[in-house]
């Protein structure tokens, strides 16, 4: 297994930068919606496009190369990592990416089902692992944003996430900091901090987590056959067979990014919705419970239900539909689906081999397996090697 390029990975997420936070906080009272992503959307109309590969970050066996779009320089990596890890870049000087998206939890979170965000707010959804992003076409779990520097905005600008009241006053700040400053002058030489160039330092540096190279990789495409167990085999046959996996989780002749880049109604959501708003809590070390996170005031209260990509497009047949994830790394980064709702691999295999959750929108794709027990097994044991 190979994660490039970069290892030291600071204890910078708990620590702000030497920029102070804003004296005054501006933080949004207007729930997170249109008008983001039309700032999104007119951010990846300006970023800059381009088709060639990244000349200096080497992918590893099994996946594609980067995009040089999306890479940039490696003063712009180690400029969007020095970001990433930034506390001071959210409205309070508490959050930075890095706390949801954590590098010893697979760039995911394992300590809690859904996000938590600015001033213990529990979020909507599970914070996806960032391993291979650069290659995801469409992000969110919802898939409404197709550009990676662009994204960036979303978190920074959602009132209930980083908190940021608006563009202006964060890149002021940003152009202000004695750090800062000549960093982006010499990342970015004539621009200097800007909305785009904010998003693609970052986006640079998030394109450098590859997954691949592993035993999986040696095994499938380095003929090396011996790198995977019997197990492990058995759990590949089956994931590209009668599981059918394979089916949204794609595994290509060269490359694998175990997913279709689309979306699907599994019936997660569905059935997360009949449960009242109740989530499943961990307590402490081995103690889960149950809890309403509105009653407690961890949660909206009167936020509506979680529709997946209805929401972006209001078609029928995109109600709780959400997109297929990638797997590397898949053990790392529990606990799984848009909502945290399955906190293993064995939970996840038990669900679809139930046939997901029952719902008039459910994909024609889930379907019930009829997995033995050593079946099953053998599936975790697989995607543990990944």
Known sequence: MSVAPFANYRSAATKPSRSPPPATLGVATAPQGRGIARVLHALALLVYVGGAAAEDIQSPLGLPPVPAKVAGTPAMRRLGEKLFFDRSLSANGTLSC?????????????????SIGMEGRSLRRNAPSLYNVAFKKFLFHDGREPDLAAQVWGPLLAADEMGNAGIGPLVARLRADADYGP????????EGATMMTLGRAIAAYEAALLRGGGRFDRAVYGGERAALTPQEWKGYELFTGKAGCAACHAIGA????????????????????????????????GVLQHVDLAAVGLAQTGAPNDVGRFEITNAPTDRWAYTTPMLRGVSESAPYMHDGSLRTLAEVIEF???????????????????????????????????
């Open 183 to 190: 960093s982006f002058e010499a990342s970015f030489p004539g």
């Open 98 to 114: 890095a706390m949801c998206h954590i590098p010893a939890q697979g760039f995911a979170s394992n300590q809690s089902a859904l």
């Open 254 to 285: 060269e490359t694998a990014l175990f997913t279709d880049q689309s979306w699907h109604n599994t019936g997660v959501a569905f059935r997360s919705g009949a449960t009242g708003g109740k989530r499943l809590v961990q307590l402490a070390p």
């Open 352 to 386: 679809y081999d139930r046939g997901g959750g029952a719902n008039p929108s459910l994909d024609p794709k889930i379907r019930p397996l009829e997995l033995t027990p050593d079946e099953k097994a053998a599936i975790v044991a697989f995607l543990e090697a990944l």
